[in-house]
């Protein structure tokens, strides 16, 4: 356990941001274009391929961008805050807009060259299909005077 020197400036200073936070907000101080946000992801793998689903709702498919290099696949992009109002007053903004960046590693069956991605009803799938692994080799074994046969192992449970 670590001792750590008491700062009561600090959390002074923490206590000063909460509240700005909360004035900004009934003020309409923050500019929703500066704001980050991180979109919902659901990863699947199947015995073919991965799988990944994105909640892009309201993204133009022109500013989405996937990447695919050294095993990494990037999904990045901008929602914009595009609608005006003459009289510049909301009651309340929820939803998030600006820049966002998701990153996966991808096992090394994943292929690269195959990736295919689609956007249809706010939902970005993007489909990395699966090399073809090595399948496993039976080896034949030269038994005595030059027969061959195959060997194969059978699990089996013994009790004491």
Same mark, same amino acid.
């Given at each position: 356990?670590?001792?750590?020197?008491?700062?009561?400036?600090?959390?002074?200073?923490?206590?000063?941001?909460?509240?700005?936070?909360?004035?900004?907000?009934?003020?309409?101080?923050?500019?929703?274009?500066?704001? *980050?946000?991180?979109? =919902?992801?659901?990863?699947?793998? %199947?015995? +073919?391929?991965? @799988?990944?689903? #994105?909640?892009?709702?309201?993204?133009?498919?022109?500013?989405?961008?996937?990447?695919?290099?050294?095993?990494?696949?990037?999904?990045?992009?901008?929602?914009?805050?595009?609608?005006?109002?003459?009289?510049?007053?909301?009651?309340?903004?929820?939803?998030?807009?600006? *820049?966002?960046?998701? =990153?996966?590693?991808?096992?090394? %069956?994943? +292929?690269?060259? @195959?990736?295919? #991605?689609?956007?249809?009803?706010?939902?970005?799938?993007?489909?990395?299909?699966?090399?073809?692994?090595?399948?496993?080799?039976?080896?034949?074994?030269?038994?005595?005077?030059?027969?061959?046969?195959?060997?194969?192992?059978?699990?089996?449970?013994?009790?004491?």
């Amino acid at each position: 356990m670590a001792l750590v020197r008491w700062d009561p400036f600090r959390e002074l200073s923490a206590l000063q941001n909460e509240v700005n936070r909360l004035f900004s907000r009934l003020g309409g101080g923050e500019v929703p274009e500066r704001q *980050s946000w991180t979109p =919902s992801v659901d990863v699947i793998e %199947t015995d +073919d391929a991965i @799988k990944l689903k #994105a909640e892009l709702a309201g993204m133009d498919p022109k500013d989405i961008n996937i990447e695919v290099q050294d095993n990494v696949l990037t999904v990045s992009g901008e929602r914009r805050f595009e609608e005006e109002v003459k009289e510049d007053r909301y009651y309340r903004i929820e939803r998030r807009y600006g *820049s966002f960046s998701r =990153s996966l590693v991808l096992p090394p %069956t994943a +292929d690269e060259n @195959k990736v295919e #991605a689609r956007y249809e009803n706010g939902v970005l799938e993007i489909t990395i299909p699966k090399t073809e692994t090595a399948k496993p080799k039976k080896i034949a074994v030269t038994v005595g005077g030059g027969e061959q046969k195959t060997v194969e192992a059978k699990a089996t449970e013994t009790q004491n």
